[in-house]
Structure formats: C-alpha cells, structure tokens
T-cell receptor, first 116, second 116 residues
C-alpha cells in the first residue's frame, strides 16, 4: 500500500534560516510520481514540484531545492534563506502512474512558521 | 498552467439540507476528476474518483449515497452532500487530471462547507 510520512508536524524558524522538510514514502510500484504542495492560509494548494521515480537528480528552483533518494525512499524539501511568506503547510504526496487511477496520496503535512 | 475552479468558495447551510459543489476545468478537458476532503489541521483525504460518463469510484469508508458525484461533461464534476450534518463541515477540494503526455492534476481552490 502507498503511504507518505511527514514526521515533522510543525517547524518554526527565524527568518533567513535554512529549513528542511522531511518526507518518506512507501510504495510497491516501481514507477511513481512524488510531489510537494504548499497550502497557505487561504487553503488553495500551490504546486511546487513533481518528480518521476526514474529521475533521481536533485532539483533547485530559486530558494527551493529537493533531494530525492530512492535508497532511503525519501524526498526532502529545503528552503534556503527562509522568508515570512514561506509560512504555510507543506504537503508531500505520491501517486501511481497507472493512468486509470493516478490517485494522489498526501502526507499529513508540515506546518512551517517563519518568524521575523 | 491549467485552471480549475470551484463554486461556491464558501457555503453555510442548515443541517438536513443538501449542498452541491461544482468543479470545472476551465481550459482543458478532464475525463477524470478527484474529490478530496480536508478537516481542520489535517491532510487531504481522497473521497472519490469521478469519471466522465460513468459512475464514480469511492474510497473505502466514504458513503456513496451521501456524497453524490456526477461527471456529466468533460469539464464539470459536481459533488452533492445530501442531508448534510455538522460533521460534514469541512474543506472540499477537487482536482482535474489532464490526459496525454505529461499528464498531471490541477487542484481547485477549495470549498469551505459549514453545516449549522
């Protein structure tokens, strides 16, 4: 069965600090997608990244970076030089690639608070 | 990116009444849409998969007679909460899946339902 674990329920850091959000997943599929979404107080999900299971290259987008390691079934997300606007709930998610299903299973989320 | 809308964004109703929530893909056709429910400070839980022209597939524990899903066109899926009760108060989010190469899901902005 698929499962996504975000062990960190809440994280609070001071602005400009770097912060890493952990994500560990379980799946029996050899082909799958991993995602990160941001959910600000408004509630709308903001898509951040999608990673195919065959692509283990780390990705950097501005202050955001992602570390995908299949050996440890982890897909961690790092925010460098955090800002107050980064405060939100962040969800890691997993989906199968079977086109007839493609359900997205979400982790429990990590609430990130950036203090000025 | 693709846009998915939901209507209404917020609804308050009396216990025992039915509420219909619409999910529209504005600039693409979606043969498959998904409905999620999110209780306060919790993760998104998949309720059902809505398939255009056929019956929805419900996740375990979700009452299909209470949460009626209709996907009559390639751009519209509706979720009707029948005989709503206070415990149905939640944030309901839909997503629509594109088809073809690089298929992905786009999420709507969500609908906050409060049942009094």
């Amino acid at each position: 069965a698929q499962k996504v674990t975000q062990a960190q329920t809440e994280i609070s850091v001071v602005e400009k600090e770097d912060v890493t959000l952990d994500c560990v997943y379980e799946t029996r599929d050899t082909t799958y997608y991993l995602f990160w979404y941001k959910q600000p107080p408004s509630g709308e999900l903001v898509f951040l990244i999608r990673r195919n299971s065959f692509d283990e290259q780390n990705e950097i987008s501005g202050r955001y970076s992602w570390n995908f390691q299949k050996s440890t079934s982890s897909f961690n997300f790092t925010i460098t030089a955090s800002q107050v606007v980064d405060s939100a709930v962040y969800f890691c998610a997993l989906s199968e690639t079977d086109s007839s299903a493609s359900k997205i299973i979400f982790g429990s989320g990590t609430r990130l608070s950036i203090r000025p | 990116g693709a846009v998915v809308s939901q209507h209404p964004s917020r609804v308050i109703c009396k216990s025992g009444t039915s509420v219909k929530i619409e999910c529209r893909s504005l600039d693409f056709q979606a043969t498959t849409m998904f409905w999620y429910r999110q209780f306060p400070k919790q993760s998104l839980m998949l309720m059902a998969t809505s398939n255009e022209g056929s019956k929805a597939t419900y996740e375990q524990g979700v009452e299909k007679d209470k949460f009626l899903i209709n996907h009559a066109s390639l751009t519209l899926s509706t979720l009707t909460v029948t005989s709503a009760h206070p415990e149905d108060s939640s944030f309901y989010i839909c997503s629509a899946r594109t088809s073809g190469f690089q298929e992905t899901q786009y999420f709507g902005p969500g609908t906050r339902l409060l049942v009094l």
